[in-house]
């Protein structure tokens, strides 16, 4: 530190100040900038009020005041934010009539009326939260790997769903759906939560790995038009802010570094 004390200063010093200072900045963005909603999130005490309220209207004359269980509808204590996102923004929830399966269906409610019912859900016991989009987002997935997500999906999946996921019945006149079109967050919890007669593929039946896998396989044979904009490996915002992240500060760093050499030459 003998270059900090001494009065004519090291022309590096300066560079590592501005450094120093630059990486403040960092630590301050990152403590405040938004993050993207997801399990790690705790949610708000008023979004959890909401979401009771939401649920008191929409939901208990099935499922219970306390979300207990019903004749009508099962318990929902531990089913997990992933569960109610799933159900609710298929349109399976809530439903109209008790004994059919759950048509899919334009979901009633908004993004945010879902996430404040899966939050308040989610106090009820302990399940599977909402995926991060990186979990399921298949970047940077080699071929083979992709190729090994079609091969766990003919051994776990295509015995309800058919060999290219385009859905098949099932007894007692239920369905397994066709797979096409089908999100990849969607299919991510469906095989986290297992809807009706489908079972749970907990993580450690398939690793979040092989669950990708298999989304990226589908998404791959089913080859969905992109929903249009920059779409920066398909991940959302999180990518977005890491590029600027990166590019922004990259860009600052070097200009300062400029700054400082011109103000030592011009000396
Ligand atoms: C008419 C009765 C009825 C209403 C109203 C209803 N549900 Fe359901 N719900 C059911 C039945 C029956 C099932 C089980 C069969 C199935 O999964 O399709 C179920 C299943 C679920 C599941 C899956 C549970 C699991 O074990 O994975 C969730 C989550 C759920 N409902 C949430 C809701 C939410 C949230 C609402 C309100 C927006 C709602 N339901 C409204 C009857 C209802
Ligand atoms: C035993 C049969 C069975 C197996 C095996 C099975 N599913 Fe399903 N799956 C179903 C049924 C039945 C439904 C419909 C549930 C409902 O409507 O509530 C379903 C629903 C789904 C949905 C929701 C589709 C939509 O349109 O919302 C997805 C996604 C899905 N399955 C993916 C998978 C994947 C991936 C696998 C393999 C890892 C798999 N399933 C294995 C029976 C099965």
Same mark, same amino acid.
């Given at each position: 530190?003998?270059?900090?004390?001494?009065?004519?200063?090291?022309?590096?010093?300066?560079?590592? !100040?501005?450094?120093?200072?630059?990486?403040?900045?960092?630590?301050?963005?990152?403590?405040?900038?938004?993050?993207?909603?997801?399990?790690?999130?705790?949610?708000?005490?008023?979004?959890?009020?909401? @979401?009771?309220?939401?649920?008191?209207?929409?939901?208990?004359?099935?499922?219970?005041?306390?979300?207990?269980?019903?004749? $009508?509808?099962?318990?929902?204590?531990?089913?997990?934010?992933?569960?109610?996102?799933?159900?609710?923004?298929?349109?399976?929830?809530?439903?109209?009539?008790?004994?059919? $399966?759950?048509?899919?269906?334009?979901?009633?409610?908004?993004?945010?009326?879902?996430?404040?019912?899966?939050?308040?859900?989610?106090?009820?016991?302990? @399940?599977?939260?909402?995926?991060?989009?990186?979990?399921?987002?298949?970047?940077?997935?080699?071929?083979?790997?992709?190729?090994?997500?079609?091969?766990?999906?003919?051994?776990?999946?295509?015995?309800?769903?058919?060999?290219?996921?385009?859905?098949?019945?099932?007894?007692?006149?239920?369905?397994?759906?066709?797979?096409?079109?089908?999100?990849?967050?969607? !299919?991510?919890?469906?095989? !986290?939560?297992?809807?009706?007669?489908?079972?749970?593929?907990?993580?450690?039946?398939?690793?979040?790995?092989?669950?990708?896998?298999?989304?990226?396989?589908?998404?791959?044979?089913?080859?969905?038009?992109?929903? @249009? @904009?920059?779409?920066?490996?398909?991940?959302?915002?999180?990518?977005?802010?890491?590029?600027?992240?990166?590019?922004?500060?990259?860009?600052?760093?070097?200009?300062?570094?400029?700054?400082?050499?011109?103000?030592?030459?011009?000396?």
């Amino acid at each position: 530190m003998r270059f900090l004390s001494s009065r004519r200063r090291h022309p590096a010093a300066k560079v590592l !100040l501005l450094v120093a200072a630059l990486f403040a900045v960092g630590a301050l963005y990152a403590a405040v900038a938004p993050t993207e909603q997801s399990s790690a999130e705790p949610a708000t005490s008023q979004q959890v009020k909401e @979401g009771q309220q939401l649920f008191a209207q929409n939901c208990s004359s099935c499922h219970g005041l306390n979300g207990e269980g019903t004749s $009508q509808g099962p318990t929902l204590q531990g089913v997990g934010a992933a569960a109610v996102d799933f159900q609710v923004s298929t349109g399976r929830m809530p439903l109209a009539q008790p004994g059919e $399966q759950a048509p899919i269906k334009p979901s009633e409610f908004s993004e945010q009326e879902v996430a404040a019912l899966a939050a308040y859900v989610d106090t009820l016991g302990p @399940g599977p939260g909402v995926p991060d989009p990186s979990t399921y987002s298949g970047e940077g997935l080699t071929d083979e790997e992709i190729a090994r997500g079609g091969e766990l999906f003919r051994t776990n999946c295509s015995a309800c769903h058919n060999f290219t996921g385009q859905g098949g019945a099932l007894p007692e006149g239920k369905q397994a759906p066709s797979l096409v079109g089908v999100s990849s967050k969607h !299919l991510y919890e469906a095989m !986290l939560t297992g809807p009706q007669q489908m079972p749970v593929f907990s993580d450690e039946v398939l690793t979040p790995k092989d669950k990708a896998q298999i989304i990226a396989y589908l998404q791959t044979i089913h080859a969905q038009p992109n929903n @249009g @904009g920059l779409s920066l490996g398909g991940i959302g915002p999180v990518s977005e802010g890491v590029v600027i992240w990166t590019v922004g500060i990259g860009v600052l760093i070097g200009f300062a570094i400029w700054i400082t050499a011109r103000g030592v030459r011009s000396r």
